[in-house]
Nanobody, 126 residues
Framework: VQLQASGGGLVQAGGSLRLSCAAS????????MGWFRQAPGKEREFVSV????????YYADSVKGRFTISRDNANNTVYLQINSLKPEDTAVYYC????????????????????WGQGTQVTVSS
């Protein structure tokens, strides 16, 4: 699976962005898809994951209520809608694919188990 993330940018606090991750290669719809982020000087952290069907989603506590993950299997794309942006959301955002949700959620401990995109920069100004 090849992943291409896009949609990042510079936005003021309180604003919104929608990140996209386009997949190609092997069967996209069979993979759980996730988003991670890495702020300057910090470890990469889990943000959200969605099951292959889109029926179930999970979020890090720090983003619940502000971030929404979704997917379009017909177009091999997963999205991350980010609302009420805060300066602490500034990071490079990465999408990832894995065969199981639990493997995606464990992606920071076992990154080699996942396919990764190249990242898109989100910068939030105060």
């Amino acid at each position: 699976v090849q992943l291409q993330a896009s949609g990042g940018g510079l936005v003021q606090a309180g604003g919104s962005l929608r990140l996209s991750c386009a997949a190609s290669g092997r069967t996209f719809s069979s993979y759980a898809m996730g988003w991670f982020r890495q702020a300057p000087g910090k470890e990469r952290e889990f943000v959200s994951v969605i099951t292959w069907s889109g029926e179930n989603t999970y979020y890090a506590d720090s983003v619940k209520g502000r971030f929404t993950i979704s997917r379009d299997n017909a177009n091999n794309t997963v999205y991350l809608q980010i609302n009420s942006l805060k300066p602490e959301d500034t990071a490079v955002y990465y999408c990832a694919a894995g065969p199981q949700v639990r493997m995606v959620r464990a992606g920071t401990r076992s990154p080699d188990d996942l396919y990764w995109g190249q990242g898109t920069q989100v910068t939030v100004s105060s």
